[in-house]
């Protein structure tokens, strides 16, 4: 059994300073980096700066979510989460859909943050055909052990572009031609009367409130998912089940 095995489960995670050091130096793809918040120490500071470098997103934390997520309960103050592959551009996803010559249909995560939930969107996007989906950068899950997992495979299939900012990725969608529908249950655009046949980016949001401010500005159409029942939200995941698949109704016709 070499380090890697030792160090890191079944749930992608490397916990303490030697083995997260070792994993940077062997070039190791890391999701994100959690650092003790507070600590004034040069050696979790080269750490930092060393994930950083590589692409990871270094998140400062209180010691006690560290705590909760150690399964060795050594963690010297440094938790790395795996990545399981690497991200996507956004320009890989857009050339995706031309060289299938198909209009684009991507899939935006406005801060899922629920790893079980962008899987489940994953899978889905990956049988709807939809050519990528993308995330921020921040206040988001990532391609970790457990998104892998819940997405029956599907991360190895679907593009998966990770932004700084996701207005600003919308406005660029935008220039490219696409369409912005975000699902929202104040929207004024009943699902069913939502032209999603042309290049399409379909905004789904947190599971707790929904698409931020700035990004539902930044739609082009907020469309509504009709709810007969006496609740009034749908599962993230559900929601754009419902809006890919609508897309490939239209698509078919």
């Known amino acids: 059994m070499d380090w890697k095995e030792k160090q890191q489960g079944d749930d992608g995670i490397i916990e303490g300073r030697n083995a997260v ?4 130096r062997v070039g190791t793809a890391l999701d994100k980096l959690y650092i003790a918040k507070g600590e004034v120490d040069a050696a979790l500071g080269h750490i930092a700066s060393k994930a950083r470098g590589q692409g990871a997103v270094v998140v400062e934390c ?3 979510k560290l705590d909760a997520m150690s399964v060795t309960h050594s963690h010297q103050g440094v938790i790395a989460v795996t990545s399981v592959r690497e991200y996507a551009d956004v320009s890989d996803i857009l050339a995706a859909a031309k060289e299938k010559n198909e209009p684009p249909l991507v899939v935006v995560c406005d801060e899922l943050s629920d790893p079980h939930n962008l899987g ?3 899978r889905t996007a990956e049988c709807a055909g939809a050519h990528g ?9 990532g391609l970790t052990a457990v998104v892998a997992k ?4 599907a991360v190895s299939h679907v593009p998966v572009a990770r932004v700084p ?6 406005k660029e969608l ?13 929207g004024d655009t009943p699902l069913y009367r939502a032209d999603l046949k042309g290049p399409a980016a379909i905004v789904i949001g947190s599971e707790g409130d929904g698409m931020s401010r700035l990004v539902e500005e930044t739609c082009d159409v907020r469309v509504a998912i009709p709810m007969r029942g006496k609740l009034n939200s749908l599962n993230a995941s559900a929601a754009a089940a419902i ?8 698509r078919l016709d």
């Open 174 to 186: 935008k220039k490219e031609g696409l369409w912005v529908y975000g699902a929202t249950a104040a």
């Open 21 to 24: 050091l070792e994993a940077l």
């Open 120 to 122: 489940a969107v994953i």
């Open 243 to 250: 809006l890919l698949y609508e897309a490939v109704r239209q």
């Open 133 to 141: 989906v993308i995330i921020p950068k921040r206040r988001s899950a």
């Open 62 to 64: 209180d010691r006690r």
């Open 150 to 153: 819940t997405s029956a495979g």
């Open 165 to 170: 900012n996701l207005v600003a990725c919308l």
